[in-house]
């Protein structure tokens, strides 16, 4: 089952949960029951399901709770903490230093993997993230095994504009690899991301060759890069890597449209290595940083508003007011447009719009092409409105309703698509609210009903 789909299946036996008249044992298990197969339609192993069962029973306890609690809340809130747990991939005493290369020396990077992981995607996706954070970063192509791969780096690398460094004539990775990093340290490289080659197993060479590069470029960090395509079976590949290189992080690479996506991030979380980055997609810019609480949100069709303005941010598109205006906490349905447009210019609209309270689901009911058009006719709708109505916080259409009626004409669409402009508008505020002050978001779970 692919994401959306274990998404949209949790969120429906939720909402089932909630609009049962009684919130009794009875519909607590039958909600359970339909999110547990969910998780293992998507791979999830049977003891990480059964594990969130219990704990979700066992906080929410019905018989013992006080009659002035909000089961429906209590309920909802409980699941999107166990979710959050069943992928919180953070080390056993949570303290373990992030990796946080720092400019002005050389932090040097290793990658490793089977072959077809990702590897070189996802080092010339990582380049580029550090890139566009201001960073000088270089790409060393150390896999001299696969032939074609310095080829494939230096597209990537010159597509992503990121120096590189490989050889078509040295033969052996140690040297190519120790060669590249001194050139960039020579250079003042501030990171240095070396590629290393995979084979189609997992073979006595290849981990006697990481080695022996590892000893030779002595990284700052390791990152294992993982197909989630493979879904549970992550936690084994994942420790025989351990065993013999021992990687501090994890990217999981294919997460975008496979069906197993869930049970490979769960497998590795419950190995407690940290992922830092899932690879979404085959596009140079598919790569977000990884955290529990923001991926269920995203999952539950929540939004994921920091990952929004992170990504917005650094894809040098023009913010206007936006970013000012989140930090204080504030958004008018000017920003609404604003980011509308960007996001209409920012690639595949599925991608994006996971990231908006809300959009996915819209997505996932009427598909692509259907909702690529809706999104069209909420952007006529705010440009048919006056400049005051667009720097307002949509107020001022309740107190003027004949204001919907005008916007409805201008724009060629109706009064109730008017509204949904603005139903939008408010969800995306009351998040901004939570965001800004640069408080961490909570997600909330009333968004769910
Ligand atoms: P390597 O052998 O580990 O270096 O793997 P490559 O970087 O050559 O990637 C193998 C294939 O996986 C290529 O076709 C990539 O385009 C594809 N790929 C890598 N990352 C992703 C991802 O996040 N999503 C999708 N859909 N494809 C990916």
């Not at 609009?19 to 359970?32: H, T």
């Not at 999830?44 to 019905?62: A, D, E, H, M």
């Not at 992170?310 to 894809?315: G, I, N, S």
Request: contains cysteine.
């Amino acid at each position: 089952m692919v994401l959306a789909d274990l998404g949209r299946r949790i969120n429906a036996a939720m909402a089932d949960m909630t609009r049962s008249n009684v919130v009794d044992e009875k519909a607590l298990d039958s909600m359970l029951k339909e999110i547990c197969m969910a998780l293992l339609e998507s791979d999830v192993n049977v003891k990480l399901v059964s594990t969130l069962r219990g704990n979700i029973k066992k906080k929410i306890n019905l018989k013992d709770q006080a009659p002035g609690v909000n089961r429906r809340r209590l309920v909802q809130k409980t699941v999107f903490d166990e979710l959050c747990a069943l992928v919180d991939c953070q080390p056993e005493n949570g303290d373990a230093p992030a990796f946080k290369p720092k400019k002005g020396r050389s932090n040097v990077i290793m990658f490793v993997g089977l072959q077809g992981a990702g590897k070189t995607t996802s080092c010339t996706k990582l380049a580029l993230w550090y890139q566009r954070r201001g960073f000088k970063v270089g790409l060393v192509c150390a896999d001299t095994f696969r032939a074609g791969a310095f080829d494939q780096l230096k597209q990537n690398a010159t597509k992503a504009k990121v120096p590189y460094y490989g050889s078509y004539t040295e033969t052996d990775p140690v040297a190519v690899a120790a060669a590249g990093v001194a050139r960039f340290k020579s250079e003042k490289f501030d990171i240095i991301i070396v590629d290393t080659s995979g084979r189609h197993r997992q073979e006595q060479e290849l981990f006697a060759e990481m080695v022996q590069i590892s000893q030779a470029v002595k990284p700052d960090q390791t990152i294992m890069v993982l197909d989630a395509s493979i879904g549970q079976a992550a936690e084994s590949q994942s420790k025989a890597f351990k065993e013999s290189s021992d990687f501090g992080a994890i990217i999981l690479t294919k997460m975008d449209g496979h069906a197993k996506g869930g049970g490979a991030i769960s497998a590795v979380a419950a190995t407690r290595t940290p992922i830092v980055f899932v690879g979404t997609g085959e596009h140079i810019h598919d790569l977000e940083p990884f955290t529990p609480t923001q991926f269920i949100s995203k999952l539950l069709g929540m939004g994921d508003i920091r990952g929004l303005v992170d990504h917005v941010k650094h894809m040098n598109l023009d913010q206007k007011e936006t970013m000012k205006h989140i930090e204080q906490g504030i958004f008018t349905i000017r920003d609404l447009r604003d980011q509308m447009s960007n996001i209409m210019k920012m690639g595949p609209l599925s991608k994006m719009a996971g990231m908006i309270p809300g959009m996915s689901q819209l997505m996932g009911e009427v598909g692509e092409e259907e909702s690529g058009k809706r999104l069209k006719r909420m952007m006529y709708i705010m440009d048919s409105m006056t400049e005051k109505e667009l720097d307002s916080d949509g107020k001022v259409f309740v107190s003027e309703p004949t204001r919907l009626t005008r916007v409805a004409k201008g724009s060629g669409t109706t009064v109730r698509e008017v509204e949904e402009v603005l139903s939008q508008q408010r969800t995306m505020a009351r998040m901004v609210k939570q965001v800004g002050g640069k408080k961490p978001p909570r997600p909330k779970m009333k968004r769910l009903r």
